[in-house]
């Protein structure tokens, strides 16, 4: 259940959940906080019960304060990171720049060397179509190859986040809550890098974290970065270790193919998350050494995509690996939206699982009840249904 009440520039926010089985039901608070806009940072406050970003450190939850800049309060043409454009107008013209068939900027330009910096590109990816168009009507075209990554920023941009509280560990876990504060930061450096880092400490827990990001051009975008943790268990058990991510993204528009892979490698098995570090019964044994991802979509034709996603584990002082795959086609005809989906996961000391389902979401608003119903078939998942009446103006 998601609900909330505004009360002036304050907003009050409860996201809250209710199960039951036969033995016993339960009701679980997963976040409630209040938040309201500071203008003149361009930022969100926000008092209660949330989750940190994960944009340089793992996300966990928390109960305190955060304050952190938000892109929404940013004019369109400022959000996010997007390359700059330039070329050479011989006259009066009129410059166009399409990303991924849709017209995302169009102006007049004089006649000489131009620059556009002011871009708000459809997605992450997608290489840009520009055309010059000649106030005699002729007309000139060339392709700037982008790509980026999410944490990628504008040159000068800064986008900054702080938090300081307490740990909110999960309702069914057994986890220390210590006090703790973390500062981020991801500054773009120009257009073509941006530089991210991060602090996380609390009693018995330190974490330095610092990268980097930036565009290929044409072979895509690329980010790298490390972090360092120190930890001390109850038993006085100290531990240290650093963690190495790479993260590539990489779009071919010839083939409306999108791939992104990330790949993590820890030095040793020294290495532990704050959520880790707070968890009281964490083994020792069986630690992660790396683990790499991987995810491809591939739009075949309009309406329908087929995509393929997977991951592998393995371990320091074993040889266990753990792998999961999964792929599927989904896509929507005659407003009915459908996937399949084909999932294996591979477990050393377990016997392996595969899963085959199939999702359907067929509306029904012409009979006056559920706007769409959804069908898990071939798994344990139950029949799914959000409902709403509409009132005849509404439809």
Request: glycine fraction near 8%; include cysteine; aromatic fraction near 12%.
């Amino acid at each position: 259940m998601q609900n909330g009440a505004n009360f002036g520039p304050w907003r009050l926010r409860n996201y809250s959940t209710w199960t039951r089985n036969d033995q016993a039901s339960s009701w679980n608070t997963i976040s409630s906080y209040l938040q309201r806009d500071i203008k003149a940072l361009k930022s969100q406050l926000l008092l209660g019960e949330s989750a940190t970003s994960g944009s340089i450190f793992s996300s966990y939850t928390f109960t305190g304060v955060q304050l952190a800049s938000d892109d929404n309060m940013l004019p369109n043409s400022q959000r996010g990171f997007a390359p700059t454009v330039r070329g050479i107008a011989n006259s009066s013209a009129i410059v166009t720049i399409r990303q991924n068939g849709y017209v995302i900027y169009q102006s007049n330009v004089p006649a000489g060397a131009f620059e556009i910096n002011d871009l708000y590109p459809s997605s992450n990816s997608g290489d840009l179509e520009v055309t010059i168009e000649e106030s005699d009507g002729t007309q000139r075209r060339f392709i700037q190859p982008y790509s980026s990554l999410p944490m990628m920023q504008r040159p000068g941009h800064l986008k900054y986040s702080a938090t300081a509280g307490r740990y909110r560990a999960d309702a069914n876990s057994d986890s220390k809550e210590p006090e703790f504060a973390e500062a981020t930061a991801i500054y773009g450096l120009n257009n073509t890098f941006t530089l991210y880092g991060g602090l996380l400490g609390s009693e018995d827990y330190y974490a330095l974290g610092i990268g980097i990001g930036g565009t290929l051009g044409a072979l895509g975008a690329l980010s790298m970065d490390i972090n360092r943790a120190d930890t001390q268990f109850d038993n006085q058990h100290s531990f240290h270790g650093y963690q190495w991510r790479t993260q590539y993204i990489k779009d071919i528009p010839e083939t409306n193919t999108n791939i992104a892979v990330s790949y993590y490698r820890y030095t040793n098995d020294g290495y532990f998350s704050f959520d880790e570090a707070n968890t009281r019964n964490w083994g020792y044994n069986s630690r992660q050494k790396s683990e790499i991802q991987f995810n491809i979509s591939q739009t075949i034709f309009d309406g329908v995509s087929l995509y393929a996603s997977g991951s592998q584990q393995d371990y320091w002082g074993n040889n266990e690996k753990n792998s999961n795959i999964s792929v599927g086609v989904s896509g929507q005809q005659w407003g009915i939206g459908y996937s399949l989906n084909y999932q294996y996961s591979r477990y050393t000391d377990e016997n392996n699982d595969r899963a085959l389902s199939l999702n359907l979401s067929i509306p029904l608003e012409r009979w006056w009840i559920c706007p769409y119903i959804s069908r898990h078939l071939l798994s344990l998942n139950p029949l799914q249904a959000r409902c709403r009446r509409y009132s005849r103006g509404e439809r």
